[in-house]
């Protein structure tokens, strides 16, 4: 005979699915991984908000030099430098979100006139200055003019971010405050233009990064000849690149150009005879 159980019976609870904002320690976060969260195995995500990096590495340092000269190899050279002071505007911590949002709407302005956005950008969060971002992006000279009002003033306000005086800083090519880079792409002048303000953008890297290019001749700081400057840590993701000038696009790019190319076996991975 079938017992019914009692209204007022305690139910057996599902296990409380586990966080990935892990509690951040002196030595960092662990890296990727996975766990179990209700019975199902999920992964740790390495970018997300609850992780936090001390340096900029150096391979991230490379791709990000690789993505500008490659955005002036397809024809849309990074002429316009934007730095956007966020602790000025109240955000003192996980800035992605807002900075995801400008780039969306300028992305989206640029795209209705048919340019694609191509850019590179670098957070950072330094004594005094606190957490800002440094960006390079493509700008036709003819939209220069709209596109500088709109970062300034549209933007700010639609992302979240007050636009108060001095949190949104446009240079001109002629004021470029890590370079001037100006609308020629074609001569030597822009590349060390270009080069001068990647150096800037680049100081948060990390000075004992080896070099994967040329290990013998230092650390990948010595190699590109930036400045190392101390910096505060920073949670979540603390650079990044447009799609159009990523690894992928670059790769096939120079498929299309020279054919096949070759993948480089990794330096810490020996030979197979």
């Not at 030099?65 to 956007?84: D, M, Q, S, W, Y």
Request: net charge positive; proline share 10%; hydrophobic share 35%.
């Amino acid at each position: 005979m079938e017992t019914l159980s009692e209204p007022n019976a305690e139910k057996p609870q599902k296990p409380a699915p586990s966080s990935i904002r892990e509690k951040p320690t002196p030595f960092g976060t662990p890296r990727s991984h996975t766990y179990k969260s209700s019975g199902r195995v999920r992964s740790y995500r390495p970018n997300h908000s609850g992780r936090f990096t001390l340096r900029l590495s150096g391979a991230k340092a490379i791709d990000l030099i690789e993505a500008a000269v490659h955005a002036r190899e397809i024809g849309r050279p990074l002429n316009r430098f934007i730095t956007i002071h966020l602790e000025k505007a109240g955000i003192e911590i996980h800035g992605q979100e807002q900075l995801g949002k400008f780039l969306k709407l300028a992305g989206q302005w640029l795209g209705d006139r048919g340019v694609p956005a191509t850019y590179v950008w670098v957070m950072e969060k330094g004594m005094g200055t606190g957490l800002h971002v440094h960006m390079i992006i493509h700008v036709p000279p003819i939209l220069r003019k709209d596109f500088s009002y709109r970062a300034r003033h549209q933007w700010p306000k639609l992302a979240k971010i007050k636009p108060l005086k001095g949190v949104i800083y446009t240079s001109p090519p002629t004021e470029a405050k890590a370079g001037r880079l100006g609308d020629a792409p074609s001569g030597q002048s822009y590349l060390n233009q270009l080069r001068g303000a990647l150096r800037y953008m680049l100081k948060a890297i990390d000075p004992k990064a080896a070099s994967r290019i040329a290990p013998l001749l230092g650390t990948t700081a010595e190699l590109l000849k930036v400045r190392p400057k101390y910096c505060s840590p920073l949670y979540g993701r603390r650079c990044s690149r447009s799609e159009n000038i990523g690894q992928t696009a670059r790769a096939r790019y120079a498929e299309k150009r020279i054919g096949p190319v070759a993948v480089p076996v990794p330096f810490h991975q020996p030979l197979r005879p």
